[in-house]
């Protein structure tokens, strides 16, 4: 199948053309930039891709707050454009979307299941929730939220939780880290793979469009999942826990945006491991490419 997959420079898009190889067709804002509707559809439509996973998104929480209209262009209306796209070449979507689409749902005692209605806050999640919304117009989507994201070691520009924490524990005595957020971290090679599942078994199938959770298994906050990074890389770095009030941002963050993977996994797809497994794992690359 040939797929295309936008942001393919960023840490999700990169590992499904990795994990996908000749059948993928990477690009990115310095190929194409996706709120140029007309360029979308000149290029798109002479690629003839047989799907589309769109992995690119304006993904920078706190600076959305201020570059409102160029974070609704990428996150909404982008995901418009590649919806014509789809309907003239009849072409299944993969929108990838996230947890923050919960940021203003109350704490909960349980997962949210895909059906839970949103409550997105901050104009990140408002924008990411606009492009679901976009992307379910067409019949033959599939909308993939997912969560707290950290791509291979070897993903040398990738941004994300796991390589600022070991920086900072490599450079400092101790950390302070918000322990009242509640979440599911998830190594994007395990992300990736489940999204290739869906796709590949709804388009073989012709059925099973709509909505899936797809991260790694159980739950923690960002100083749990800190002080185990610390422990993993063998440092003696404090983790000292705080809460969101004291340490504020521009952007809301969901306290509680644990999400429920059941229907996923009721189709028999790659097992999520646990999220500390997940973390082993990346520790364990990570030494592989300290040492080469
Ligand atoms: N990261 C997370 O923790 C997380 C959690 C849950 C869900 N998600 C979702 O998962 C998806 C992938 O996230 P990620 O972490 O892989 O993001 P990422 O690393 O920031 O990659 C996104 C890519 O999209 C590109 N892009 C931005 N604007 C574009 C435009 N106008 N046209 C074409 N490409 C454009 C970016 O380029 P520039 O870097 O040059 O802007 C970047 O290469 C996104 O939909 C995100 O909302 C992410």
């Known amino acids: 199948m040939k797929c295309l997959i936008t942001g393919s420079a960023g840490q999700l898009g990169a590992e499904l053309c990795r994990l996908l190889g000749s059948e993928a067709i990477g690009i990115d804002v310095d190929t194409i930039d996706l709120t140029n509707r007309a360029m979308v559809h000149d290029v798109l439509v002479k690629m003839a891709p047989q799907a589309i996973i769109n992995c690119a998104a304006y993904t920078q929480v706190d ?29 299944p979507l993969v929108q990838i979307s996230t947890d923050y689409v919960f940021t203003g749902n109350p704490p909960a005692a349980q997962p949210r299941l895909e059906g839970d209605k949103p409550i997105p806050r901050g104009v990140y999640a408002i924008t990411k929730f606009e492009g679901e919304k976009a992307a379910a117009t067409w019949s033959k989507h599939l909308i993939v939220r997912t969560c707290g994201l950290y791509a291979r070691p070897s993903h040398a520009s990738a941004k994300n939780f796991v390589k600022t924490i070991l920086r900072l524990a490599r450079s400092q005595t101790g950390l302070r880290v918000v322990d009242d ?45 800190a002080r185990e990074i610390v422990r993993f890389a063998g440092l003696d770095t404090t983790v000292e826990a705080i809460t969101t009030a004291e340490y504020p941002l521009p952007a809301p963050r969901p306290p509680y945006s644990v999400l429920d993977t059941t229907a996923y996994h009721r189709l028999d797809g790659p097992p999520m491991p646990p999220w500390q497994d997940a973390l082993a794992a990346y520790c364990e690359e990570l030494r592989e490419v300290e040492k080469a």
């Open 181 to 225: 957020q509640w979440c599911t971290p998830s190594y994007v090679p395990d992300v990736a793979q489940g999204i290739a599942f869906l796709l590949k078994h709804c388009t073989s199938r012709g059925v099973g469009w709509g909505t899936y959770h797809v991260t790694n298994r159980g739950e923690t906050t960002w100083c749990r999942m």
């Open 63 to 91: 600076n959305a707050e201020d570059r409102i209209d160029r974070c609704r262009a990428v996150n909404a209306g982008a995901v418009a454009s590649l919806v014509e796209v789809c309907r003239l070449l009849d072409c």
